[in-house]
T-cell receptor
Framework: ETGVTQTPRHLVMGMTNKKSLKCEQH?????MYWYKQSAKKPLELMFV???????ENNSVPSRFSPECPNSSHLFLHLHTLQPEDSALYLC?????????????FGPGTRLTVL | AQSVTQPDIHITVSEGASLELRCNYS??????LFWYVQSPGQGLQLLLK??????LVQGIKGFEAEFKRSQSSFNLRKPSVHWSDAAEYFC?????????FGTGTLLAVQP
């Protein structure tokens, strides 16, 4: 596998379920990101990890819990979500978390909360 | 505050015609600027980026963009559009720890 991969690609869950999204990057990068993409809204940065430490958390509700066990893997743990959390969740990575470096995106997980 | 504006929500062009997608930014310092493309059901793919130097930058798939500091713009261009270019295009500015994205322009290509 090359680039940034995300699993699952589609997820349907009830509001009481617990699930996790997985992201893996094969680019040797040391920064990883979670974004939320909702219809007709700009991409919303949720979390930034650099060298496995969280460096940014953009006021994301606690029902979203990130985990970065190593520089190649990033998880987003979900619990007691709301229907408005339905969106495309995109993972990205970059060589470092400075502003001048382009980010490489995975294909996303389409999440539907019933 | 840092922001990116893409004034055109939706654009339709004929195949073979030229294309220009507009992007304006607000940023206090010299910006790092990016254009991404997103095909349906896919993640974002980096088309090109501007850091410094030559204000006309070349990207993949025949795209180019021109940085104009006086107009705070970074418009994306392509001389001849192909049907496979139909997608959503996002402009972004690099800020500390993050990219700030515009709302995107959806490009439709007519035969």
């Amino acid at each position: 596998e090359t680039g940034v991969t995300q699993t699952p690609r589609h997820l349907v869950m009830g509001m009481t379920n617990k699930k996790s999204l997985k992201c893996e990057q094969h680019l040797g990068h040391n920064a990883m990101y979670w974004y939320k993409q909702s219809a007709k809204k700009p991409l919303e940065l949720m979390f930034v990890y650099s060298l496995e430490e969280r460096v940014e958390n953009n006021s994301v509700p606690s029902r979203f819990s990130p985990e970065c066990p190593n520089s190649s893997h990033l998880f987003l743990h979900l619990h007691t979500l709301q229907p408005e959390d339905s969106a495309l969740y995109l993972c990205a990575s970059s060589q470092e978390e400075t502003s001048g470096v382009g980010q490489f995106f995975g294909p996303g997980t389409r999440l539907t909360v019933l | 505050a840092q922001s990116v504006t893409q004034p055109d929500i939706h654009i339709t062009v004929s195949e073979g015609a030229s294309l220009e997608l507009r992007c304006n930014y607000s940023y206090g310092a010299t910006p790092y600027l990016f254009w991404y493309v997103q095909s349906p059901g896919q993640g974002l793919q980096l088309l090109l980026k501007y850091f410094s130097g030559d204000t006309l930058v070349q990207g993949i798939k025949g795209f180019e963009a021109e940085f104009k500091r006086s107009q705070s713009s970074f418009n994306l261009r392509k001389p001849s559009v192909h049907w496979s270019d139909a997608a959503e295009y996002f402009c972004a500015v690099g800020a500390t720890n993050k990219l700030i994205f515009g709302t995107g322009t959806l490009l439709a290509v007519q035969p």
